[in-house]
């Protein structure tokens, strides 16, 4: 079944995402910020990350340039409400393979 991690500090959104990719027939799992993340993804594999940026901790621009570096390539979607071209520049600049504003 294909695996999901949603990283996002808004508790309630990341319940709603996290709702709603399920009740498409996908499997989740969630963090907090990008520190708990990096944890999660030792310990088992993902398929699809969806990413905040702006979380405490270890923001998701941070999370994906450390995921890349150690060279993991799993596709990243960061989800925010950041919506400057300079934003997306960031993010596309530190490993996204898209980039959505909520």
Known sequence: ?????????????????SSVLERAGYQT????????????????AFD??????MMP???GLTLLRELRDAGYAMPALIVTA?????????????GADDYMVK
């Open 82 to 94: 950041r919506e400057r071209f300079e934003d997306k520049r960031l993010g596309f600049q530190a």
């Open 1 to 17: 079944m294909f695996q999901i991690l949603v990283v996002e500090d808004d508790p309630k959104l990341r319940r709603l995402m």
């Open 48 to 53: 699809l990350l969806f990413v905040d940026i």
């Open 29 to 44: 799992a969630s963090a907090g910020d990008g520190q708990e993340a990096l944890d999660m993804i030792d310990q088992r």
């Open 57 to 59: 901790r270890m923001d």
